[in-house]
């Protein structure tokens, strides 16, 4: 399980926009994967009738928001795939989104969800060109 707590407020941002901007003295971004409590997670699933999904799932919680952000690094996907958000409390899963999507290369999406209590939060990255077995992708607890 991936659990923990970002503490800077500008990292809520980060995790959205996936670069802290430049500031006026002409700093360089700072790319999200080097921030400190970012966790990145890279799920490469093989496909023997399609492309391969090679997505990084950026997780992260920020004054009781939770946030992932998924990238895809590999080639565009051939077909849609679903996107869950789920909320994990005590024995019981319940699915809070689901998107459908069909990512081109280097494609984005982002979630948040305020108010997540002590629930942990969970995303899973489902294909639909081959069966995928259930396996949470990123974790975070926020409470």
Known sequence: ?????????A???????????????????????????ANVQTVQLASTTGAPVNVDVISGCVDNIAMFKIVNVGEAWPRL????????????????????????AGQQA??????????????????SWYDRPFKFDAEVTCG
């Open 81 to 104: 795939g679903k996107l869950h958000v789920l909320r994990i409390s005590g024995d019981s899963m319940k699915t809070l989104s689901k998107r459908s999507m069909r990512f081109a």
């Open 1 to 9: 399980m991936y659990r923990f707590s970002l503490g800077a407020a």
């Open 11 to 37: 990292l809520a941002a980060t995790l959205i926009a996936g670069t802290i901007d430049a500031d006026a003295q002409g700093r360089t971004p700072v790319p999200l994967e080097t921030m400190p409590g």
């Open 110 to 127: 982002s979630f948040r969800l305020k108010d997540t209590g002590t629930d942990t939060l969970a995303v899973f990255v489902e294909p």
